[in-house]
């Protein structure tokens, strides 16, 4: 039962910032949100986490609500390189490891 | 590089056969993950060990099982294998036993003819 809602698909020009919602209505408080990807079929790669305050590193920003029951990921600068499926997570922090994955967002970087 | 490693890459074999899927996580990782991701599916959590012993168990199939050894790598054990368990096998690391950032291996892709 995936904890996350995430569009399936979408498209962004290459050097144009890429915005990747997801949902996440039912967090809780110990649960940060977490961001990977996964390029083709290679391993997914970690990109960026955070419980409720904005983060940036550099591959990304991450901007959670206030409610926290939603998040966008930004990649500032897309590359065609950039082109994979995002999958957003909800990870507890305590108790009993629960990673669902879902199915992602498949974002493909235009030329 | 992810600092995670699974050997092999490829496996092919049919139906009815054992294998074993090997898996050696991060140094200092003390827990190990197994998912299984099929043909455009998102991946599915499969188990996890940390520090030797069984942490969380996910949708594994009681024909699989896993174990992780005192040198902390892992292996994957799937039997009377079938068609349907032709998919990718990934397996991921982390320092800690909950909740962490999670470093994943570049899988197994098992082909059941």
Redesign the interface.
Known sequence: DAKTTQPPSMDCAEGRAANLPCNHSTISGNEYVYWYRQIHSQGPQYIIHGLKNNETNEMASLIITEDRKSSTLILPHATLRDTAVYYCIVSTTSGTYKYIFGTGTRLKVLA | D?G?TQTPKHLITATGQRVTLRCSPRSGDLSV?W?QQSLD?????LI?YYNGEE??KGNILERFSAQQFPDLHSELNLSSLELGDSA?Y?C?SSVG???????????T?LLVL
Request: charged share 10%; aromatic share 22%; no cysteine.
């Open positions: 992810s995670v993950y998912y599916q998102g991946l599915q959590f996890q942490r969380a990718l990934f991921a036993s909950v909740g962490e950032t999670q470093y994943f291996g570049p899988g892709r």
